[in-house]
């Protein structure tokens, strides 16, 4: 079957193109259309006329996953009736896998058609990425997920852009940390209306305790150890310049907002997250474990999608790139071992967060995380909740293929427990009971 290989090029205006056959020449010279319907009709003409010309029994078209640049192109080409004789097989690529590819041009220069011939290339070479063919089902999940994860690094971006600022203006609350939370209502409130922290530390014990007390709706303890403990972290704290006094407190002022204004966008995106999740009958399966709310169960589908794609747990976590790279060389083998980043990063997130929920909220994978947490040598914290993320990503796959309910360790062990003869399941229960509390009572006495 001779095949011709379409790289494409995508910008916001045009599309460089690329035509490359299966022995690497190009039977027409490299050109670009407009990037709308008309100029793919422009593309299919061209197609067209190339395969009717040389033969052409299969079209192979790729292009590089650039913001959303590509998607009305694809889904264009897809759905395209003049095309589908050639049997089109449309593929989105990553553009690191590109950009790795076109290392081997190494005298190569930067240019659109240059990329679009790398496309082609890439395309011919084979080994390639599955195809873009998305499921309308999950797309409006995963138009929301996807912009949560959005919503949740500019909240991040600006709750440490608030955090570096206030160092500027009261260094020592950052490092004692009177109050827990510097984004709580009576940290915000101390934060921003007091000028600096000169006007805290002269301001009376009595005082500040009443502010404390009004600004937190008085949900402080002991409120007066507070005020006292604040005065004291302000005349531990560096003095900033009365030039940069009132700006900083306007940045502050502005960023404090903008976290506020993103919190309350990530909770009405939680809202219409969990309205869509309910039209999708395998979300109860992964709700069903302890630790999994709606945001993370429909991060999780949405990048998934039907889990038959996925004929082992390994082929789901190389997807989501939870998965480490072998650093080996003859008798060598390297004990560093880093993450591969070519995968679904948003999958990964939602993984990497639901394995963090877990360990707080699921009694079995809290356990194992303590235990990765113990055998970690560095970032105890981060090793110990990506390897927990890949357990995760064996129970998810397990799940959503058996259509079956969580179960703990004891109930799994009672599932596939064989019914001794003469005992009916009654008698079996009564008997994992009085296992279990003597058990307990076995634990108790070695305790004591």
Avoid at 278 to 302: D, E, K, R, Y
Wanted: one cysteine or more; charged letters at 25%.
């Amino acid at each position: 079957m001779s095949k011709l290989h379409v790289g494409l090029d995508v910008s916001q205006k045009s599309v460089a193109t690329c035509f490359v056959l299966d022995d690497g020449t190009e039977p027409v010279k490299r050109f670009s259309f407009e990037h709308n319907p008309a100029g793919v009709d422009k593309l299919v003409a061209k197609i067209n006329a190339t395969a009717e010309d040389l033969g052409i029994d299969q079209v192979l078209i790729g292009m590089e996953t650039t913001g959303l640049l590509w998607w009305h192109l694809a889904e264009a080409l897809r759905n395209c009736a003049e095309l589908q004789h050639l049997q089109p097989r449309i593929y989105a690529i990553n553009a690191k896998l590109v950009a790795h590819f076109k290392k081997a041009y190494a005298e190569m220069d930067k240019t659109d058609p240059g990329d679009a011939f790398v496309i082609a290339d890439r395309l011919r070479f084979g080994r390639l990425p599955r195809l873009a063919e998305p499921d309308e089902r999950y797309l409006a999940i995963q138009k929301l997920t996807r912009h949560r994860f959005h919503l949740i690094h500019s909240l991040a971006g600006e709750k440490n852009r608030f955090l570096t600022h206030l160092f500027l203006k009261f260094s020592a609350f950052c490092q004692e940390e009177p109050l827990s939370d510097p984004f709580g209502a009576a940290s915000s409130a101390l934060l921003t209306e007091f000028l600096s922290v000169d006007e805290i530390a002269q301001m009376p014990v009595e005082d500040l305790t009443d502010f404390l007390v009004e600004k937190g709706k008085n949900r402080f303890p002991d409120p007066e150890a507070v005020a006292k403990a604040i005065k004291q972290a302000a005349r531990n704290s560096y003095r900033l310049s009365k030039c940069l006094a009132d700006p900083v407190n306007i940045v502050l002022a502005m960023t404090l907002e903008n976290v506020r204004f993103f919190e309350k966008q990530i909770a009405a995106i939680d809202k219409a997250i969990t309205r869509e999740l309910a039209a999708f009958p395998g979300a109860q399966v992964l709700l069903s474990v302890p630790g999994l709310g709606p945001v993370f169960v429909a991060g999780i589908i949405a990048e998934v999608q039907d889990v038959n794609r996925f004929d082992t747990d390994a082929q789901l976590a190389r997807f989501a790139a939870i998965v480490w790279k072998k650093n080996q060389s003859g008798a060598f083998e390297g004990d560093d071992t880093p993450m591969m980043r070519s995968g679904n990063e948003y999958l990964r997130y939602y993984f990497i967060e639901a394995a963090n929920s877990l360990r707080m909220h699921n009694e079995e994978y809290a356990a194992y995380y303590q235990t990765k947490y113990r055998e970690a040598t560095t970032h105890h914290h981060k090793r110990a909740c990506v390897l927990t993320a890949r357990k995760l990503v064996r129970l998810v796959h397990t799940l959503l293929r058996k259509g079956q309910l969580y179960q703990t360790p004891d109930q799994r062990k009672e599932s596939h427990a064989v019914l001794p003869a003469g005992m009916t399941p009654g008698e079996l229960a009564r008997h994992v009971v009085r296992r279990r509390q003597a058990k307990g009572r076995f634990r108790v006495h070695l305790d004591h």
